[in-house]
């Protein structure tokens, strides 16, 4: 529903996106599995937040938008954890010469996560946690305000089956049609470059062509 969105143009041009999630980091939100606290080992984990939570980001801004071109700044750094990886990260990037992204992931804070759009005719926000909504505003036309599309998003409750019974009709559907539709293994490759490029990221390269 929020990719038909886009893709019917009730937002107009999508200029600027901006993705936040967070939540209390590794072994608070969670209970670990093995004794050991990997996450904390860059060598190890590959990284801190960025790898943990910023691959889930551009994944989903790239399903909607398509692959990112460059980045234009990275910050990291460890506010809340005495840790050799960051905690928190900050990453400015170019989805195309039109539309800047913004992702910004944390353990610090949370739980949290939504995503905004602006476009040149309103804005959007979806947020998934603590809860699901949607918050939006159309800078002219009101009457899309009663749109059947964005009504449906408002109204759409979300549970745990239905995000369990879609993952598990496609699996089953990729294997009846030998078919292997997105995410596939270049949408994982895709995601763990951006976060390579923005650990690599130097503040010379700072470049918003």
Known sequence: MFKDVIEKGLLGDIRYIRYRFSHLGPYKSWRPISEEKWFYDVDKAGGGVLIDLGVYCIDLIRFLFGDYKNLIFSMKESQCYKIEGEDSAFVIFKVDDNITGEIDVSWCFGPLEYITLMGNKGWMILE?????????????????????????????????????????????????????????????????????????????????K
């Not at 159309?138 to 998003?153: E, T």
């Not at 699996?171 to 995601?191: L, M, S």
Request: aromatic letters at 18%.
């Open 128 to 208: 998934f946690v603590p809860k699901y909504q949607v918050f939006y505003h159309f800078y002219w036309k009101k009457k899309l305000a009663k749109n059947k599309l964005i009504q449906k998003m408002v109204k759409w409750t979300p549970t745990s089956r239905n995000y369990q019974q879609q993952l598990i009709n496609h699996f089953v559907n990729c294997v009846i049609n030998g078919t292997q539709e997105h995410p596939d293994f270049i949408d994982g490759k895709r995601a763990v470059e951006f976060v390579l490029d923005a650990y690599s990221f130097k503040e010379s390269q700072n470049n918003i």
